[in-house]
């Protein structure tokens, strides 16, 4: 036996129950189907035909998940035998019952052994999927073909489009599953459910003569629908599209056909950038939760939060908080605020009671682990405090001085500043060793990033403390160091700047907010100014103005918006119109009448720009900033920089983030465009000593990633 049958032999395992044979595939963490494991799939399958012993087969996974889909790992090596779909064919073509016995997760690859099997039961904590898509992929096991042949193309391509994960008892209703069954045994269910059919002599029930299609005007309606709505969502994106066309094979197509017309989009998508850039994702944000902290210490147990201020982040924070099921005291400087906090709160929940979300009872039960108070006393039991009280100093400073006053020794304190220096806030309190930063983001209760801010001197327990509290409230987390902005907001400053230079040198806010969303940003950098409101930054401007460079370049344009009380969509107007509360802003003349005062106030002749090279420079500052953030090791790695811009400023997944993409376009070529740059103004385009570094030494950032 070599090495390869010897791994394989361990990833999957058979043993009899009388005339059953049981084929547990064990393969940590999560049974992803590796070589091992398909090759292991393989010869379980050719024993049981084999056997006249065996009268039915079960699969299942060992651990917390039946299959957690093909080996992520694998993508873009070369491929060894045998195929997945060839796998799932063999087990389709078993001569004897195979009932998939589904517990935890059955994903891509995973769902598609299971609808390769002939039954299937799932126990009730299952979750299936074919979330293929979220990785520019397709489901490539034959999913494509067999899903839409067994539940529909409506629901098969809902499914594959969304790459959504559903429950057991959902998976039950469409009839991608027989039988829900309760408890936690996939062992118990499979055999129960393979005795039963031994009972009965029933027959192998292959989904590929499955005939959920015959109603062929119906399934071509809902997959022109599909492709339609696809042609409008999937802005940009390569295999959504794809997934579209293979069930347009599968209608068509005999079965065989259809799977090799699924190889081949299959492959195609594998081939994409987009592929790469949103596999790099997957994994940097795992990566990214495991600073040396989480490895080096443990976590504090944090039952508790106490938020101070509920202002626009204290109530997103509260929410996160109460929806991970734990208790939140809130306090406010009077108990006019602390009303308007606790309305904020409640806001949330009422807006999902009105989508029909949640039920009010729902909402009652959250709200009664809500509390509030305008005495820090309140705060004595709590194990860790956020506070989010206004952005200054003096006020955080002492806020922090209420909490080292009355918190329990090792509470956690933390702080949601934005650009403070929360070595100094640690500073002035006799317990820095606690103080750490939780950086959310608006809305506080929906945006994904966490950047936890890790100032000199806390303890590592309490940097692990946030990580274990960013799990809880489903969050991704980044490790940043102090700085001023930390990773996310130091750099956006940065390509800010080089967009409003662009804006006084010729191009308008709305070209260059149009370029932007063409290379797959949700909105552009002015449309988020007006959404986020101008006053922000003109107040940290003001805040500023006694330090700044008088040599750097300073564009005054949106000082002149925001002196006209213009700031965004809640005044009404601020680089757009917005009539009548218009959500989507319109271009404004008075506007563009101001920009080019403001040109020539300022000697510019205008110049123009094309969408490209608005692109170019717009990235080129964000990347070169992003090496100064890892040279100065303000982030760990570049794919911390990449995880803070994708969850957090909406750099499009499917690029993978700004250093991935940099790697992708060639450190040599974004440094030259800085250079050619920086024959205009040296002073901003400074070429960061890292990006040069890695340019002499022909590496490139995913070469610091490891
Ligand atoms: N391949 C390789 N590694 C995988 C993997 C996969 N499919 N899925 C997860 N992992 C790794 C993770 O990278 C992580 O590794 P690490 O410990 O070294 O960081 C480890 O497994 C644990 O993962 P999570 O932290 O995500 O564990 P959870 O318990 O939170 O979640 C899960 C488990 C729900 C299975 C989740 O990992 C997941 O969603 N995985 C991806 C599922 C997926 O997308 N499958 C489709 C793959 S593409 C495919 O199947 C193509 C086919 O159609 C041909
Ligand atoms: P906000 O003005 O909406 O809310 C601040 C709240 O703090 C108010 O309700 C105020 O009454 C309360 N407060 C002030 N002093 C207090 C005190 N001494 N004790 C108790 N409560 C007090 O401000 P916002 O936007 O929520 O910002 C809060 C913090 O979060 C700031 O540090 C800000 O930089 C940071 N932040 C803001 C983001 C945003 O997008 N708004 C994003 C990330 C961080």
Same mark, same amino acid.
Not at 375 to 402: G, H, R, T
Not at 630 to 636: E, S
């Given at each position: ?19 059953i ?6 393969n ?9 494991v ?10 049981a ?13 060992a ?26 064919? !063999? ?7 195979? *009932?998939? #016995?589904?517990? %935890? &997760?059955?994903?891509?690859?995973? +769902? =598609? ?14 979750r299936l999927g ?31 489009l ?9 998976a ?7 039988k829900?069954?309760?408890g ?10 393979a ?30 629908a599909?492709?339609?709505?696809t042609?409008k969502?999937? !802005?940009?994106?390569f295999?959504?599209?794809?997934? *579209?066309d #293979?069930?347009? %094979? &599968?209608?068509?197509?005999p079965? +065989? =056909? ?14 994409s ?5 949103l ?11 495991k ?10 147990e944090v ?7 509920g ?6 924070i509260?929410?996160?908080v ?6 939140v005291?809130m306090?406010?400087r009077?108990?006019e ?9 409640e806001?949330v929940y ?15 039960a ?7 108070s ?14 989010? *009280? ?11 001085? =209420? ?5 329990k ?9 934005s650009y403070?220096?929360i070595?100094q ?8 060793q ?19 801010v890790?100032p ?36 956006l400053?940065?390509?800010?700047q080089a967009?409003?230079m ?6 308008s ?11 797959g940003?949700?909105?552009?950098p002015?449309?988020?100014s007006?959404?986020?409101?101008g ?12 330090t ?28 757009y119109?917005?009539p ?6 319109t ?7 101001i920009i080019d005062?403001?040109?020539?106030r ?13 692109v ?9 900033e ?12 570049p794919l ?28 040599d070529?974004?440094?030259?465009d ?7 103004d ?8 890292l990006?040069?570094?890695?340019v002499?030494?022909g590496?490139?950032f ?5």
């Open positions: 036996m070599n090495t390869a049958e010897a791994a394989g032999a361990a990833a999957v395992a058979s043993a009899r129950h009388d005339d044979l049981v084929v547990t595939i064990d940590p963490p999560v049974n992803a189907l590796g070589v091992d398909r090759r292991g799939l393989m010869e379980a399958i050719e024993a035909d084999a056997d006249p012993a065996v009268k039915a087969v079960v699969l299942l996974g651990g917390r998940n039946f299959l957690g889909g093909a080996d992520i790992r694998e993508f873009g090596k070369p491929p060894q035998a045998p195929a997945l779909p060839d796998v799932c064919n !063999r087990i389709e073509a078993c001569s004897k019952p195979v *009932v998939a #016995a589904i517990h %935890g &997760a059955a994903l891509g690859g995973g +769902l =598609e052994v299971a609808l390769g099997a002939h039954y299937r039961v799932a126990l009730a904590n299952a074919l979330p293929e898509v979220l990785l520019g992929l397709l489901p490539g096991a034959g999913g494509t073909q067999r899903t839409p042949r067994l539940i529909g193309a409506a629901a098969a391509l809902e499914l594959m969304s790459g959504r994960h559903i429950g057991a008892r959902e039950l209703k469409l009839g991608l599953v027989d829900v069954e309760e936690d045994d996939p062992v118990a269910a499979g055999l129960a459910y005795r039963e059919l031994i009972a009965s002599n029933a027959a192998p029930r292959r989904t590929s003569e499955g005939t959920a299609l015959a109603d062929r005007p119906a399934t071509q309606a809902a997959i022109d599909a492709r339609a709505d042609g969502k999937a !802005r940009g994106l295999s959504p599209l794809k997934i *579209v #293979a069930v347009q %094979g &599968a209608l068509d197509l079965f +065989l =056909e259809g799977l090799a017309l699924e190889r081949t989009l299959f492959l195609a998508c594998l081939d950038p987009q592929r790469a850039g596999v790099h994702a997957f994994f940097a944000e795992r990566e990214a939760a600073a040396p902290e989480t490895r080096s210490a443990q976590p504090r039952n508790s939060v106490g938020i101070v201020g202002g626009t982040m204290g109530a997103g509260a929410v996160a109460l929806d991970a099921g734990l208790p005291v306090i406010e009077d108990e605020a602390l009303a308007r906090g606790r309305a904020n709160v806001k009422d807006g999902l009671i009105a989508k029909g979300r949640i039920k009010p009872e729902a909402k009652e959250i709200m009664n682990r809500w509390s509030g305008t005495a820090y006393d309140a705060l004595s039991q709590v194990d860790l405090v956020i506070e989010a *009280v206004f952005e200054d100093m003096a006020v955080k400073q002492a806020v922090f001085k =209420e909490l080292d006053r009355v918190c020794p090792g509470a956690v304190l933390a702080t949601n500043t403070l220096d070595d806030i640690a500073a002035s309190i006799t317990r820095p606690d103080v750490i930063g939780l950086h959310f983001f608006s809305p506080a209760n929906i945006m994904k990033l966490l950047e936890i890790v000199a001197k806390v303890a590592a327990d309490v940097v692990a403390t946030a990580f274990e509290l960013a799990k809880k409230l489903k969050k991704t987390a980044v490790r940043a160091g102090v700085c001023d902005g930390f990773i996310g907001n130091r750099v400053a940065v390509y800010g967009a409003q662009m804006m006084e040198d010729g191009a806010p709305y070209q260059i907010d149009k370029a932007v969303r063409g290379f940003y949700p909105m552009g002015f449309q988020v007006d959404l986020a409101g006053d922000i930054g003109w107040a940290t401007r003001k805040r500023r103005a006694a700044r460079d008088p040599q750097a370049r300073y564009v005054q344009i949106p000082d002149r918006l925001c002196e006209r009380g213009w700031f965004g969509q809640k005044t009404g107007r601020g680089y119109l917005y009548d509360g218009a959500r989507v802003g271009p404004d003349p008075e506007v563009e009448a005062a403001e040109r020539r300022a000697g510019v002749t205008p110049k123009t720009f094309t969408d490209e090279e608005i170019r420079r717009y990235l080129a500052a964000m990347i070169n992003g090496a100064n953030v890892v040279d100065q090791k303000i982030a760990l790695r911390d920089v990449d995880v803070t811009f994708v969850h957090g400023y909406g750099f499009p997944r499917y690029r993978g983030g700004p250093m991935h993409y940099a790697d992708t376009v060639g450190l070529k974004i440094l030259a800085i250079q050619e740059f920086a024959k205009e040296p002073l901003f385009w400074k070429p960061s000593p990006l040069v570094d890695l002499a030494r590496a490139n995913a070469s610091l990633n490891k």
